[in-house]
């Protein structure tokens, strides 16, 4: 097996952490790495005590995350960087268990970038608020339109291989995070795939969607982001 390691930003998710650790395949996962996104709560001492690599990013911003969990597998030797890194959210709306389908695509060598899609996945009613809905759609539709890939989701259950995901140079640190790596991958002709995964309803409120404010910036940015990188 090719080495896998898991990246799970993480803003005050003391409730569901270690539900979202545990359920990740440990047969397959080398290291499962928490980034504590400046939590006021227990978080890091939760997934401590789950079994996972806790590194601490306090500037907020889910991009800055992500940017903190790539830096530490960079910073390894090269013989100990995973050859796969996956993306969770750590409010257990995700599947873990479903990590072997999301990644079968690249084991079998016809993608470098996977998307796990709750729209062609089982949704928990109400998992999805309306206002993410409209938005998958109409970013995805420009996505079509100017970048001529077909997505269906923006979803932050994904596989990529670590070697393309360097490859890319991401640098959104907040909202733009999910719409940027694919907009990128098509920018350079990135092999891509789409699979289904299943979704429900998060444990506790969510802090972009769950908010008028935080769904608008996060809109805004993600629009911005598209066309920014034409």
């Not at 227990?42 to 940017?67: F, I, M, Q, S």
């Not at 995070?177 to 699979?195: P, S």
């Amino acid at each position: 097996m090719p080495r896998i390691s898991v990246i799970i930003p993480a803003y005050n998710e003391e409730k569901s952490i270690s539900h979202v650790i545990n359920d990740i395949p440990a047969e397959l996962v080398r290291e499962v790495i928490v980034v504590n996104n400046n939590s006021s709560d227990d978080t890091p001492k939760v997934a401590h005590a789950a079994g996972a690599t806790v590194l601490d990013e306090p500037r907020p911003g889910y991009g800055n995350a992500c940017l903190k969990g790539i830096a530490y597998l960079a910073s390894k030797p090269v013989h100990e960087q995973p050859e796969i890194v996956v993306f969770l959210d750590g409010d257990y709306s995700d599947y873990p268990s479903e990590l072997p389908q999301v990644v079968q695509p690249i084991l079998e060598g016809r993608a470098d970038l996977v998307i796990g899609s709750r729209v062609l996945g089982q949704r928990e009613a109400g998992a999805l608020m309306s206002q993410q809905i409209f938005g998958n759609w109409l970013a995805t539709t420009l996505l079509r339109w100017l970048y001529g890939v077909r997505y269906t989701d923006l979803g932050p259950f994904r596989a990529i291989r670590f070697s393309t995901l360097q490859q890319l140079g991401m640098r959104d640190r907040n909202y733009g995070w999910t719409v940027e790596m694919q907009a990128r991958a098509a920018r350079q002709k990135i092999r891509y795939a789409e699979v289904p995964v299943n979704y429900r309803k998060r444990i506790g409120v969510s802090k972009v969607s769950g908010t008028v404010k935080g769904s608008v910036l996060a809109g805004y940015k993600i629009i911005l982001t598209i066309f920014k990188l034409l």
